[in-house]
């Protein structure tokens, strides 16, 4: 049978808020808030780091398919809750200053535990919570919730960090560097360490498992998906919106290397950033279960075109604080807006019900492979044109990759009218 709106205690959606950012704390957050930190503290550059993200990639692409009917044969508390514990297990390995080869190595499993262990089951989790009506709402607060507790996390690790900074407020000495860095994993590792053992013993639905679909992904089922006009102008809309996602990723270095900033004033910055997201989730989750989502969807890159011209356009410098932050923030919205909304619009691109999860896992497979290249091409031009120049060449590419989405939700916004009509 479909699911019904559902009534949870504040603990389940609590829980699912911090659970759904804090497996993906140690790979992505700390990496976004203290990128310079990262690049000099394991003596890497920018096209080697995004290769380790490259393999994360490789690995979650397989998982997304095959983490769905994962889901369907266990309790999501039980999967997040151990994603959750091994994840945060890998810290240990990520703060003793691992080698090149054994980052990349760390990434893959980071892919296995995050994605193949716990990404559908947090989906699974997040629809039950929704039920039929509340899918923008649920998906919403999921994603603003967790904007937040990444911002909280950034704000922590940040508090960390300054710790070990000089009174005179100069730069941080490599061994400083190094020092600093590992305590924020260790803090944030044992933190996502109990978050995942709460999951496991207290995310308990108000649904019995026997009453949800099951809704398992088969070679049928997949053909299905496929033949709805919807799902590939979905998979384009996610694939753009996703890059423009990774790219965000490199405010903090643009903060360090392009305005002037010192690491921890850097790291702040990232933190900002991170703050903007919960208050757009919550904004547009609301606004969605009231309009057409994919007006709101278009708005969303529209803006994250008009911020990225302003950062490649070369009009930010160290003098332009006010101009820079406000750069930032017309981006976060736009980026942060489409990130929310590109699975709340399935209902309104006719995907039923009983296959959400079989669109999910197949939009994924091809939405979520900047996973595997948005690094590696961020990293070429970052490195290959040091300075100001690389970082404006990236933000072209934000320009370009939002022209796409932009286009492409046009399209699902005149065939979803279409579908009304009919």
């Known amino acids: 049978m479909d699911a019904k709106p559902q009534k949870h205690s504040i603990t389940y959606i609590l829980l699912l808020i911090l659970a759904g950012e804090a497996v993906f704390i140690l790979p992505f957050v700390l990496a976004r808030v203290f990128r310079a930190t990262v690049l000099d503290v394991f003596e890497i550059n920018n096209t080697e780091l995004g290769f380790c993200f490259s393999i994360?990639?490789?690995?979650?692409?397989?998982?997304?398919?095959?983490?769905?009917?994962?889901?369907?044969?266990?309790?999501?508390?039980?999967?997040?809750?151990?994603?959750?514990?091994?994840?945060?297990?890998?810290?240990?390995?990520?703060?003793?200053?691992?080698?090149?080869?054994?980052?990349?190595?760390?990434?893959?499993?980071?892919?296995?535990?995050?994605?193949?262990?716990?990404?559908?089951?947090?989906?699974k989790a997040t629809r039950v919570w929704g039920g039929e009506k509340s899918q923008g709402k649920a998906f919403g607060f999921l994603d603003g919730g967790r904007g937040l507790v990444g911002a909280l996390f950034g704000a922590l690790g940040v508090l960390i960090f300054s710790l070990f900074a000089p009174e005179n407020g100069s730069e941080l000495s490599p061994e400083q560097q190094a020092e600093a860095f590992t305590s924020v994993i260790y803090y944030s590792s044992a933190i996502v360490a109990i978050i995942g053992v709460l999951v496991f013993f207290f995310l308990k639905s108000d649904v019995a498992a026997e009453e949800i679909n099951k809704e398992k992904i088969t070679l049928n089922t997949i053909k299905t998906v496929l033949k709805l006009p919807s799902v590939p102008l979905l998979m384009i809309i996610i694939l753009c919106a996703y890059v423009g996602y990774k790219i965000t990723d490199i405010f903090s270095l643009y903060a360090n290397v392009v305005m002037?900033?010192?690491?921890?004033?850097?790291?702040?910055?990232?933190?900002?950033?991170?703050?903007?997201?919960?208050?757009?989730?919550?904004?547009?989750?609301?606004?969605?279960?009231?309009?057409?989502?994919?007006?709101?969807?278009?708005?969303?890159?529209?803006?994250?075109?008009?911020?990225?011209?302003?950062?490649?356009?070369?009009?930010?410098?160290?003098?332009?604080?006010?101009?820079?932050?406000?750069?930032?923030?017309?981006?976060?919205?736009g980026v942060y807006a489409a990130r929310v909304l590109y699975f709340a619009v399935m209902k309104e691109g006719n995907i039923p019900l009983y296959l959400t999860g079989t669109a999910v896992g197949v939009i994924s497979f091809i939405g979520y492979t900047p996973d595997i290249f948005a690094g590696p091409m961020i990293g070429y031009f970052l490195d290959g044109m040091p300075g100001r120049a690389g970082h404006e060449a990236v933000f072209w590419l934000l320009a370009a990759f939002s022209a796409v989405g932009l286009g492409a939700s046009v399209l699902f916004y005149r065939f979803s009218l279409r579908n009304d009509k009919a």
């Open 56 to 123: 994360y990639g490789l690995v979650a692409l397989v998982s997304y398919l095959f983490g769905g009917p994962l889901a369907d044969k266990f309790p999501p508390r039980k999967l997040m809750g151990v994603a959750l514990v091994l994840t945060a297990l890998g810290g240990l390995v990520y703060a003793n200053n691992p080698s090149l080869v054994t980052l990349q190595v760390l990434y893959g499993f980071w892919g296995f535990t995050t994605i193949f262990l716990f990404w559908a089951a947090m989906i």
């Open 260 to 333: 002037g900033y010192n690491e921890v004033d850097a790291a702040k910055t990232g933190t900002f950033l991170l703050f903007i997201r919960p208050v757009v989730g919550v904004v547009i989750g609301f606004l969605a279960d009231r309009s057409r989502a994919s007006v709101y969807l278009m708005i969303g890159f529209v803006l994250s075109v008009l911020g990225a011209i302003l950062f490649a356009s070369g009009v930010l410098h160290e003098g332009t604080t006010l101009l820079f932050f406000l750069s930032i923030i017309i981006t976060a919205v």
